[in-house]
Each structure stands twice: as C-alpha cells, then as structure tokens.
C-alpha cells in the first residue's frame, strides 16, 4: 500500500482519500477512505483540510505525483508496516464480473465447500465433548478447501455466510469467522500460505467451547458472574487443547485461539495473554468474530441488520481493533454489506452481491422483489453503478438495508434459488 501527500488544491476526481489532516470524525464523510466521485466532496474536502492522504492502489486514476501532486517540501510515502503482507497483491481484484454463469458455478462450489466443513466442525465438537483430540492434518485440509472457494471468488463466500441456524450456532459461526477472516486477509494482501495458517486459526478460533457446558452456551438470559467466569475459559481452553494435540499447528493459530477476544486498549480476556502479540491476524479473526455474532439470532441475541453492526463496531473501534483496520474490513465487505437485503428508491428489493466496483453507495446486487414486493420469476443481477447512468428514469440509490424476515424472503431465496443462468 502506497500512500501520498496530496495538496487539497491538487486533489482530482478519481483519487482514493485514505486519511485527511485532521480526525474523520470531525469531517462530514461516513467512512475513512473513499474514492473521489463526486465535485461536492472534492469542494467539502478543500474547505476542511489543507492536505490528505491519497493511496494510489485505491485510486482509479494514476497520475498522483509530478503535477498533481503536493510541491510544498512536505510530501511522504506511507508503506504498510503489517507482517505479512504481499504488498504487490492489489486490494482492488476482488470485484465480481456480473457473469450469472460464473456466480452459479461459484455459488456452487462454495455451497459444497461449506456443507463439507460444516459437517466436519459438527462431528469434531462432538468427538471432543467425548474427550478426542484435533487431527491438525484434517483440520488444516479442509482450511485449504475454504481458501480455494474463497480466493476463487470471496465475495460468494461472503454471501453465504447469511446461511445461519440459531440451534447450530457454534459450528456455523466457527465456519463463518473463517470466511469471513480469510477474506479480508486476502483482501489486505496476504498470500496464500498465510490465508491457510490464519484460517486454520479462525476456524478453531471457539474450540475451547467444547469444554464449555451446554446449558451455559444457549442459555436464554443472562450469564451469571459464575457462569461468565466458565464461558471466558474457552481461549484459554482451545489453546491448551491445540497444544496437547501436537500436529504441527503454527503458532501464529495458536494466538489466534488464546487472543481473539482481546482488545487493542487491553480489555478482554484472557488477562494473561500478552498484548504485544495482538497482531494483525488475531484481530481480523476478532473483528470477524464480533461481525458474524452481532449479525447472527441466538437463543438470547436479536440478529442486527450489517450495516447497523458496522457503524458500532467503527464507532468504537479505536478502543477494539484499532480504526484503520476496521476501515479495512468495511472496505473488504462494503458499506452496504455483501448478503445484506437493501431497498432502492423504486421501491424494489435487493441482495447485495459485491461492494461497489467504482462508487461505494452503488454495489453489485441480485434483484429479489419488484416496486409492488412481489417476488420476481426471473431474477436478474444489476450493477447499480452502471444503472444509475445508463437508465437514470429509474431511482436505483439505495434508501436503506432492510431485514429479510419481515418481507418473507429468507433461505434459498438469498443463496441458491433462482440464480439467473
């Protein structure tokens, strides 16, 4: 990642603005980081800051040095520091090319993928409740799957992650978190090597919970001091178990299992674990593993809708997961969230695809209902981006995400059903 020192008086349309030169809270943008589109920003920009921060991987317009840039004296390249990373992986490839026949077949083999590892992390959580251990070897073959799905095309595995069961939370959640991880990691650049050993780490983040009794897992109300002294064993727990299994399970996963519910400030448990080794894969798993739950109905906890989950979590991030990073994962899912059900201003239903490929309001989406909420025999993929200036009689902005349940839409209708062919 690249970054440049850009004079307000020199930004253009098409630049990527990654930091400003003062708080984004005090600015009027939403997100930290967007893509220069429109002439209002750019004239909201100049009157609030007198230089910004442009990341050239982001932007879509290449010229961002000689006579564009800032000639003050005071121009800085700013590099990612994060261990890890293949800084030569552009954070822009994930966009989906509205090709049905491609998404199906990806819808396909990420659905068989999940199926397999669902069904693996069942068997595994009742095998260790009956006092197994982990087969490493096992557990890491079925990460390598996940990552093939993922890398193929991620924002399918992003989608079906909306395939959730309150009665069979755990297992879907560690399977989700995965996902989800795995993803953004890719997403942030890292190589494939990397995708495996943090996923693995993802994965089994809540492997401790098979320690965990039952009645305490899905109890309905709140958790006793007792109680809430059991369930935050489990890191600590999962990361013996790892250990006591052998294998050759690394030790960045390692960390991942003990540290994922630590927090940059030093909040979290368990005390014990180092804060220093809160790295960044521990808390792209962390960041995942609040998102899935927050968005997930439980026994005790209404599902909300992602967008709500991703303006808390950003809200609070600076004392979480550190803001850059956060803006990071609301990049890697996008705004309006890949899975999430929106309503345009015609009055049509939407699921979201993909983020935006050029502007971040307008993603990628699969049309489910019509203006009058009857569901659509054919079902076809949009980009809205391109909507917008190629039949502009239309109102396709997005007015607000909506919760599926409460138009009857849910199930195969947001996964399988009807993908046009």
């Given at each position: 990642?690249?970054?440049?020192?850009?004079?307000?008086?020199?930004?253009?349309l098409?630049?990527?603005?990654?930091?400003?030169?003062?708080?984004?809270?005090?600015?009027?943008?939403?997100?930290?980081?967007?893509?220069?589109?429109r002439?209002?920003?750019?004239?909201?920009?100049r009157?609030?800051?007198?230089?910004v921060?442009?990341?050239?991987?982001?932007?879509?317009?290449?010229?961002?040095?000689?006579?564009?840039?800032?000639?003050?004296?005071?121009?800085?390249?700013?590099?990612s520091?994060?261990?890890?990373?293949?800084?030569?992986s552009?954070?822009?490839?994930?966009?989906?090319?509205?090709?049905?026949?491609?998404?199906?077949?990806?819808?396909?083999?990420?659905?068989?993928?999940?199926?397999?590892?669902?069904?693996?992390?069942?068997?595994?959580?009742?095998d260790?409740?009956?006092?197994?251990?982990?087969?490493?070897e096992?557990?890491?073959?079925?990460?390598?799957?996940?990552?093939?799905?993922?890398?193929?095309?991620?924002?399918?595995?992003?989608?079906?992650?909306?395939?959730k069961?309150?009665?069979?939370?755990?297992?879907?959640?560690?399977?989700?978190?995965?996902?989800?991880?795995?993803?953004?990691?890719?997403?942030?650049g890292?190589?494939?090597?990397?995708?495996?050993?943090?996923?693995?780490?993802?994965?089994?983040?809540?492997?401790g919970?098979?320690?965990?009794?039952?009645?305490i897992?899905?109890?309905?109300?709140?958790?006793?001091?007792e109680?809430?002294?059991?369930?935050?064993?489990?890191?600590?727990?999962g990361y013996?178990m790892?250990?006591?299994?052998?294998?050759?399970?690394?030790?960045v996963?390692l960390q991942?299992?003990?540290?994922h519910?630590?927090?940059?400030?030093?909040?979290?448990?368990?005390?014990?674990?180092?804060?220093?080794?809160l790295?960044?894969?521990?808390?792209?798993?962390?960041i995942?593993?609040?998102y899935?739950?927050?968005?997930?109905?439980?026994?005790y906890?209404?599902a909300?809708?992602?967008?709500?989950?991703?303006?808390?979590?950003?809200?609070?991030?600076?004392?979480?997961?550190?803001?850059?990073l956060?803006?990071?994962?609301?990049?890697?899912?996008?705004?309006?969230?890949?899975?999430?059900?929106v309503e345009?201003?015609?009055?049509?239903?939407?699921?979201?695809?993909?983020?935006?490929?050029?502007e971040?309001?307008?993603?990628?989406?699969?049309?489910?209902?019509?203006a009058?909420?009857?569901?659509?025999?054919q079902?076809?993929?949009?980009?809205?981006?391109?909507?917008?200036?190629?039949?502009?009689?239309?109102?396709?902005?997005i007015?607000?995400?909506?919760?599926?349940?409460?138009?009857?839409?849910?199930?195969?209708?947001?996964?399988?059903?009807?993908?046009?062919?």
């Open positions: 990642m690249k970054r440049i020192q850009v004079a307000v008086e020199d930004l253009r098409g630049m990527y603005v990654a930091e400003l030169d003062r708080p984004w809270l005090d600015s009027p943008f939403l997100f930290q980081g967007f893509l220069l589109e002439q209002e920003d750019l004239t909201t920009i009157s609030l800051c007198r230089h921060l442009v990341d050239e991987a982001l932007s879509t317009v290449s010229d961002h040095t000689g006579s564009h840039s800032s000639t003050s004296g005071h121009e800085r390249v700013v590099a520091s994060r261990p890890g990373v293949d800084s030569a552009p954070r822009t490839s994930r966009v989906v090319q509205l090709d049905p026949k491609r998404i199906l077949s990806a819808v396909q083999t990420g659905h068989d993928t999940r199926q397999r590892t669902h069904g693996y992390l069942k068997t595994l959580f009742r260790l409740r009956l006092g197994h251990t982990v087969d490493t096992e557990a890491r073959g079925f990460v390598s799957q996940m990552v093939d799905a993922i890398t193929d095309y991620p924002d399918v595995a992003i989608w079906l992650t909306q395939m069961n309150k009665d069979e939370y755990t297992s879907l959640h560690c399977l989700n978190v995965c996902v989800l991880t795995v993803a953004f990691c890719r997403h942030l890292y190589s494939r090597t990397d995708l495996e050993t943090i996923g693995i780490g993802a994965l089994l983040h809540d492997i919970k098979s320690k965990t009794p039952e009645h897992l899905n109890k309905p109300g709140r958790l006793s001091p109680e809430w002294q059991i369930m935050q064993r489990h890191p600590e727990d013996r790892m250990q006591e299994a052998g294998g050759d399970i690394p030790d996963a991942i299992i003990r540290g519910h630590r927090r940059v400030n030093g909040a979290g448990y368990p005390e014990q674990f180092p804060l220093g080794e790295d960044v894969p521990v808390l792209t798993v962390a995942a593993d609040v899935d739950a927050m968005t997930s109905e439980r026994c906890h209404q909300m809708a992602a967008d709500e989950v991703l303006r808390l979590m950003r809200k609070g991030a600076g004392q979480t997961f550190g803001r850059e956060m803006e990071d994962f609301i990049r890697c899912v996008g705004i309006f969230p890949v899975g999430s059900v345009l201003g015609n009055g049509s239903l939407a699921l979201v695809i993909s983020p935006g490929r050029s971040r309001l307008l993603p990628q989406v699969l049309m489910l209902r019509d009058h909420g009857h569901r659509l025999e079902r076809k993929l949009v980009d809205l981006a391109v909507a917008v200036r190629n039949r502009p009689g239309q109102d396709w902005q007015r607000r995400v909506v919760e599926p349940g409460q138009h009857g839409i849910g199930g195969e209708e947001l996964t399988l059903a009807d993908l046009p062919s």
